[in-house]
């Protein structure tokens, strides 16, 4: 059984990254987003100034004063290798989301790094999470293992997280 990280996020957080669980580099970096062919810290890097140029201490404090938290959505899982589609399933054990919303409760918007991200919420969290405001979003993965989509066109789609929300 393999475990998840920590979320990353201040108490005034505004949206929420969701990924589904740290890969193999990730988990023995004990770092988000460790590999580096995934392009979140590059995009972060070009929306806030979190790139992977500098310290992993400095981008998560720079996700935080952007108003952004970062998580995954399972806790734990059984997995061989990196690949979310190796997950075994009924070995899944998400993160507890309604503790964690009810103290980040300036948290509104959702974005999935990817579609196993969200189907894992959708399925796993949402049915027991009371959370009607909530937007949920999916953007395409960060992962190098999603090459169907350009550097371009994922920071496109990923510079919503920083616009104003549409209320």
């Keep these: 059984m393999i475990q998840g990280f920590p979320p990353v996020a201040a108490a005034d957080a505004r949206v929420l990254v ?3 669980m740290p890969g193999k580099a990730s988990l023995q970096a004990a770092r988000y987003y460790a590999h580096e062919r ?20 400095q981008r998560l404090e720079k996700l935080k004063a952007a108003g952004i938290a970062l998580w995954d959505v399972m806790a734990a899982c059984e997995r ?12 899944i054990q998400p993160n507890v989301f309604s503790a964690f919303l009810a103290v980040h409760r300036s948290i ?3 974005f999935f790094n990817g579609g196993a991200a969200e189907s894992g ?19 395409p993965s960060t992962s190098p293992a999603h090459a169907a989509c350009g550097y371009a066109e994922k920071l496109a789609a990923w510079s919503v997280i920083v616009a104003p929300p549409n209320n």
């Design 18 to 20: 969701l990924g589904s």
């Design 38 to 57: 995934n392009a979140f810290w590059r995009i972060m890097g070009d929306l806030i100034g979190a790139g992977p140029e500098i310290p992993y201490p």
């Design 80 to 91: 061989e290798g990196s690949l979310d589609a190796d997950i075994v399933s009924a070995s």
């Design 108 to 110: 509104r918007r959702i």
């Design 121 to 139: 919420f959708r399925r796993l969290v949402l049915p027991a999470l009371n959370r009607p405001d909530l937007a949920l979003l999916r953007l």
